[in-house]
């Protein structure tokens, strides 16, 4: 007979991919789809309007609402992805404060500084008068030639510091990731939840899409800041409507790469879509799944290490 070993893993660096705690992890990803489901309510009608119409004919106070809106919902998408990245580096490489870090409290201000941060970054506009229908898209938007001092700092905020502080928790949590698993070769392997691998991915999949959809239109966007006059009247119509169209179709994709990423989300799509034909079965369900979450509530009194123990060699 062989000798049991029971192995206890902590939430520490050895536990690559512990399970994210579900408020604190999914609130920011709700943030997000709000933040993309903004300009489908408002903005993205209005340029169908304008579009069947051939112009503009809603008048200004329309005009300023739906580019602030729109300019509320590409911050407020960037800002929260940032968010995320940070939460996931946090939860991986800095476990042990994550906790206290990311409590209910401290989560609901951090979303709520994020979108106090979206709506300072907005008002400029109004200020500066760069909200303005572009007749080449067919919308009202942020016009990149008023103010190149606030042109260049838009990009700057928008792109290049959320691109930056993005890339280093992805790079650092890959880091932390080949470095554990180098550690313990010759020893026990932690395991890691194929749904936490595939919660990382997905986020990691949305920021690599956002970064190729806005990179176009905030590069044409500093060199126009940079020399408006030597640079502007050169930039090809086609070149900027296909940019700006790649950024604004960004919003479009979150939810595809949710669907086609995560089998959760799959399933909740395909539930919310049969509860249109058959409403009752969704308050079955939603009631089943609220006694059951109820029953296999872990007790309160358990810490980390009495909830994760438990592997036998």
Not at 154 to 176: D, E, K, N, Q
């Amino acid at each position: 007979m062989g000798e049991v070993i029971t192995v206890s893993i902590t939430p520490s660096h050895d536990s690559v991919f512990p399970l994210l705690p579900s408020f604190t992890g999914n609130v920011f990803v709700v943030s997000l789809a709000f933040a993309d489901l903004v300009v489908a309510f408002y903005p993205y009608p209005l340029v169908l309007y304008a579009i069947f119409h051939d112009g503009w004919s809603l008048g200004d106070t329309q005009c300023k609402v739906s580019g602030f809106l729109m300019g509320f919902s590409v911050i407020g998408s960037i800002f929260n992805i940032t968010g995320i990245a940070i939460n996931r580096y946090c939860y991986i490489c800095h476990s042990f404060s994550y906790d206290k870090l990311y409590s209910y409290r401290n989560t609901l201000l951090l979303v709520a500084l994020i979108w106090l941060l979206t709506v300072i970054a907005i008002l400029p506009n109004f200020f500066v008068g760069s909200l303005q229908y572009d007749p080449r898209i067919y919308s009202c938007t942020f016009a990149q030639t008023v103010s190149t001092s606030y042109t260049i700092t838009v990009v700057v905020i928008h792109f290049f510091v959320p691109i930056s502080v993005v890339t280093f928790c992805y790079l650092r949590i890959w880091i932390m990731v080949i470095q554990v698993r180098r550690k313990v070769k010759s020893e026990v392997r932690p395991r890691i939840k194929p749904s936490d691998l595939r919660n990382f991915i997905t986020m990691f999949v949305v920021f690599v899409l956002f970064a190729i959809c806005w990179a176009p239109l905030n590069f044409i966007g500093l060199a126009v800041a940079i020399n408006p006059e030597a640079v502007a009247p050169h930039i090809p119509e086609c070149l900027f409507v296909v940019s700006y169209f790649m950024a604004y179709f960004n919003s479009c994709l979150n939810a595809i790469v949710y669907g086609l990423l995560n089998q959760n989300f799959r399933r909740e799509y395909k539930r919310i879509v049969m509860s249109v034909w058959k409403p009752h079965l969704f308050f079955q369900e939603t009631s089943r799944g609220g006694t059951e979450g109820m029953k296999s509530k872990p007790s309160p009194g358990l810490n980390n290490n009495e909830q994760v123990k438990g592997e036998t060699l």
